[in-house]
């Protein structure tokens, strides 16, 4: 892991960390903020004396708007090369902390951290048991209360072995028992069966554990009638589907894969556009519209569209109270 990820850290370490905002400078700080509203606090309220962790920090594109929102955050990377360039770039934050890692939280202490998080990080390692070793050690730094979001990629296993660049998979089971064993409280799961599969997890009070309440979460129940809306343009019939959906049965991305499969063949702009009033009941922007084309165009499976419209702040928004 560590020699992989210092060679992409030389190789381009923007495009490693978020190759859909690497070509500019610009866009891939810019792509922080965004992703740091929309999915890393999402439905979460932070005190702003809160302190926080993340795991795999890359070079800071979270850390540095998180520092502007908290009293102090540790970020924890596999690559040296990755710190030595987060050091660099947030050299002007001064209540940051960069730490290099041999795949644990070594040198954080006990019950230290309101709020621990990773965002893309998880879905690159190829070994479970250095996963489990991460929820093992969130549970100890973590104080009573406190709140860990994590994504995990939560497509379903393939055949071949993983590596350090398409790693391990988890089912929704999987994540509840890493869980259980390393005695956090699972609050939330979005995501099944997606690349970006989100657990929203607690640590529970115990005598001697400092207690943090900067942390609020806000939980979020499916809105029927947005769903049933949605099933509609998606082919299904909502009497059969919807209390499926609702009572966790069944996932989205499970009855989107006929979505997929019946418009694998259009032409990008087609599938994009087809897409966007499927799931989000609107015409693509210009952006989004050029993104996704320029995904595909590359060779990224069609599947990674899905998976993003699926799991978007507006996805949310709008099927979700």
Known sequence: MRRDWDLRARENALYYIDCGHADSEEAFWRS?????????????????????LEIGCGIGRLLRPLSFRVASAVGVDISGEMIERARQALADRPNLLLLHTSGDLADVADASSDFLFSFI??????????????????????????????????????????????????????????????GLELLDLTGAGTQYMWI?????????????????????????????????????????????????????????????????????????????????????????????????????????LVDCLLNSAEFAAKHRV
Not at 32 to 52: K, Q
Not at 134 to 143: D, G, P, T
Not at 147 to 172: E, K, N
Not at 260 to 284: C, G, H, M, Q, W
């Open 32 to 52: 922080g903020e965004e992703d740091l509203v929309n999915f890393i606090l999402r439905d979460l309220d932070l005190d702003r004396n809160a302190s926080a």
């Open 200 to 304: 929203t997890a607690q640590q529970h009070a115990e005598p001697g554990r400092p207690v943090s309440a900067a942390v609020r979460f806000h939980r979020k129940e499916w809105n029927p009638e947005a769903v049933n809306r949605l099933l509609r343009r998606m082919g299904y019939d909502p009497a059969s589907e919807g209390p499926r959906i609702l009572s966790g049965q069944a996932n989205l991305r499970q009855l989107a894969q006929r979505v997929i499969e019946i418009n694998e063949n259009e032409k990008p702009r087609t599938y994009v556009s087809r897409a966007y009033r499927i799931f989000l009941d609107r015409e693509p922007d210009d952006e989004g519209l050029a993104s996704y084309i320029a995904e595909i165009e590359r060779g990224i499976s069609r599947t990674n």
């Open 121 to 182: 990080v998880f879905q690159h390692i190829p070994v479970k048991r250095a996963v489990s070793r991460y929820f093992e050690e969130a549970a100890r730094v973590l104080k009573a209360g406190a709140v860990l979001r994590i994504q995990v990629d939560g497509r379903p296993s393939r055949r071949r072995s993983a590596d350090t660049w398409d790693g391990v998979r988890y089912t929704p089971e999987e994540v509840a028992l890493e869980l259980k064993s390393a």
